[in-house]
């Protein structure tokens, strides 16, 4: 069985090309793929060769960010999936070529446990789970709850309700996750500042208070905030931000880094709480997902371009250096 797919043969050249499937097993379910997206994170240093995981080797089939309908189930695969429209990060169905991370495919092989339902979510805006997933993961480990929780990550019980009411926080940066770690921070009931060097993204966010990212931060958002939320992967705008904290305050990191440089005086005086998060936690995909269905947390406006799966090269090009570019939607024939 083969399949269209987006491979990045080498660094900064990618092609839609034909690749081998696996084998279907008992409890896998066929997805035909509608849409994917391009991470502006990840993918980026995937595509620049600079990905910092020594199994990353190219040629790979990127992409963590797909939905699409089961076409098929398997015979240990519950039969009512078929039909359905799900979100799926990524797949290893690949026989020929690196299945790291592997969503950027017309069609994938999967087990029906690593699928997660629409429900009531339009499917267009279901690529945004991912990073709605790893924003809340961040966002929940600013509560004394989050970060206990965090420690037993391996506990798929339900997550308890967090709380940031009271809290003033700090959002660097308005690219997809930055907007949906602000939204998320103000669904948990705290005051929200956000600093954003694009006029545009600036303009799409919600937030009590919208900086430019070139303003003097500690002068302008009337007393130290609680918590920084870092989500432009600039240690640059980190470091400048470092003053706007208060004493015992939480340095989150949101974006992905190739090394950590940072001035450490300022964060010892401050006796400051350096955090990283990983991608997402048990139940978080879904707990996003209810949020979106419930009008909790408005997404329709991060997506801003749209272009066909058979253009690759140029559709890098946008997610990757247009400005404009929030989220790109991949569309599947």
């Known amino acids: 069985m083969h399949t269209q797919a987006i491979v990045i043969t ?29 991470s502006a994170g990840t993918e980026r240093m995937l595509f620049a060769g600079r990905m910092p995981h020594p199994m990353l080797k190219l040629p790979v089939v990127p992409g963590y ?34 299945p790291a991370w592997g969503g950027q ?40 709850e989050g970060a206990e929780q965090a420690l037993n990550a391996a506990s798929a019980a339900p997550a ?47 937030a ?33 931000a470092i003053p706007a904290l208060g004493n015992n305050g939480t340095v989150l990191l949101l974006g992905y880094y190739e090394k950590l440089e940072l001035p450490y005086m300022p964060l010892f005086l401050k ?10 936690g048990p139940n978080d995909l879904q707990r996003v997902r209810d949020m979106i269905a419930d009008g909790t947390l408005e997404i329709e406006r991060l997506i801003t371009h749209r272009m066909p799966a058979d253009q690759p090269a140029a559709a890098y090009r946008v997610a990757l250096e247009d400005a404009e570019c929030l989220k790109l939607l991949l569309e599947w024939p």
Not at 78 to 92: E, H, I, M, S, T
Not at 191 to 204: G, I, P
Not at 222 to 232: F, K, L, N, Q, R
Request: hydrophobic share 45%.
């Open 10 to 38: 080498a660094p900064e050249q990618v092609e839609l090309r034909e690749v081998a499937l696996t084998a279907a097993g008992p409890e896998d379910v066929i997805i035909q793929t509608a849409y994917t997206s391009i």
């Open 65 to 98: 960010e797909t939905v699409g309908r089961v076409v098929e189930v398997g015979p240990n695969a519950p039969l009512d999936l078929k039909g359905q429209w799900v979100y799926v990060g990524g797949a290893r169905c690949y026989a020929d070529v690196n």
């Open 105 to 144: 495919s017309a069609t994938l092989i999967v087990d029906y446990r690593r699928v997660v339902l629409l429900n009531d979510v339009p499917p267009e805006q279901g690529v945004l789970l991912a990073l709605g997933a790893t924003a809340l993961h961040g966002v929940d480990l600013l509560t004394a």
């Open 160 to 206: 308890v309700k967090h709380s940031l009411a009271g809290k003033r926080v700090l959002v660097l940066g308005q690219g997809p996750v930055g907007q949906l770690a602000a939204r998320i921070a103000q669904a948990q009931g705290a005051w929200v500042a956000v600093s954003e060097l694009s006029a545009s993204r600036l303009a799409r966010s919600q």
């Open 208 to 240: 009590d208070v919208r900086l430019d990212g070139d303003a003097p931060l500690a002068d302008t958002l009337g007393g130290p905030v609680d918590a920084i939320v870092e989500a432009t992967g600039s240690m640059a705008a980190l470091a400048s």
């Open 271 to 280: 006796q400051a709480r350096l955090l990283t998060a990983k991608e997402w």
